[in-house]
């Protein structure tokens, strides 16, 4: 599969398959007045950022975790869990979209009609071609700096979820685990679990049966 960026400026504009899409010239007011509602349109310090159409198993991918977390987060009364294309503004300038975030009770005051201006405890992004590079470090370290404790990058083309847990060490980088099956125990979100295995199942298993083993367990 074609892997590949596509940039829009002043003076250049490249189309390729899978591509992500950085228009400059935006401002964060602007942001909010004109990106469409129903597409995932981010922005980073002045730019607009589009990707290309997410696959079908990357919505399914989505959904299904999207279950799993909601249901243990309403039982448990800890908060809610949000999809994009709602928005995370880390700081004023840096609104991301997350396929699926974590808005602790506690933090409930910090949602507002067009974005969630809190930091999540978990962040859970589904990887697409055209947005792995951007996931899994622009996103990384951005998630990082701005304290998210813990942030999980799904791969579903290599089969890997990428675990990133917040050190003890203030100044240094996540720790990242990855995961090809086994349980991965959520550190954010006390309680929560997967089996990795799961998300590489055709088709995946079903979200009820799933949630009787994480409750029950």
């Known amino acids: 599969m074609s892997l590949a960026v596509k940039v829009i400026g ?21 942001y909010f007045q004109e990106a469409p509602e129903m597409w995932f349109v981010e ?37 809610r869990v949000l999809n994009g294309p709602a928005v995370v503004r880390l700081r004023p300038g840096l609104n991301y979209e997350p396929d699926i975030f974590v808005v602790p009770a506690e933090q409930s005051d910090r949602l507002e009609p ?19 590079h951007h996931d899994l470090e622009t996103k990384a370290a951005n998630y990082r700096k701005h304290g998210v404790a813990e942030y999980w990058a799904v791969d579903p083309e290599h089969t890997a979820l990428h675990q990133h847990l917040l050190p003890e060490d203030p100044a240094a980088p996540y720790r990242v685990t990855i995961h090809t099956h086994g349980r991965v125990e959520s550190q954010a979100i ?4 997967i089996d990795a295995a799961w998300l590489w199942q055709e088709p995946l298993p079903d979200e009820l049966r799933c949630l009787e083993q994480i409750l029950t367990r």
């Open 43 to 79: 922005f980073e310090d002045g730019e607009l950022i589009m990707h290309s159409p997410v696959s079908i198993r990357h919505q399914e991918v989505v959904r299904f975790l999207t279950i799993l977390l909601q249901a243990f987060v309403a039982r448990r009364q800890i908060g």
């Open 114 to 132: 067009q974005s969630f201006s809190g930091i999540p405890p978990l962040v859970i992004e589904v990887i697409s071609p055209g947005t792995r």
């Open 10 to 30: 002043p003076e250049r504009e490249e189309t390729l398959h899978a591509f992500l899409l950085r228009i400059p010239g935006w401002t964060e007011e602007r």
């Open 190 to 193: 006390p309680g929560f679990w």
